[in-house]
């Protein structure tokens, strides 16, 4: 995963709900937060979509059946997947819990 990905992912967990790791962003948020275009930003998540992480979550569906993130100027709506630790091949490794906390984040 590119350096670009993983701040996509931070920045989306700076500003999750810890109870249920959702938020709501628009592309301008979220591209100004990180620093890139607004483009660079809609293929840094078809990037993550790619490798099965996608942290989009459809609020409606289009008649084909492909998925509607956001609308024209309306926040999209994000969940962060749980990850595991990356491990080399042939290694062993661990998986990474959930992140749990007593108090929100802020």
């Known amino acids: 995963m590119a350096p670009t990905e993983r701040l996509v992912l931070l920045a989306l967990a700076e500003w999750a709900d810890a109870g249920d790791r959702t938020c709501w962003r628009t592309a301008a948020e979220l591209a100004g937060r990180i ?4 483009e660079g930003l809609r293929k840094s998540i078809r990037k993550l979509a790619s490798f099965g992480i996608d942290p989009r979550l459809p609020v409606a569906f289009k008649s084909d059946g492909s998925p509607v993130f956001a609308y024209r100027g ?3 709506t994000f ?3 749980y990850l595991t630790a990356a491990v080399a091949p042939g290694k062993a490794g661990t998986a990474v819990p959930p992140f749990s906390s007593s108090t929100p984040c802020g």
């Open 79 to 81: 969940k962060l997947p």
């Open 74 to 76: 309306r926040a999209t």
């Open 35 to 38: 620093g890139i275009s607004e």
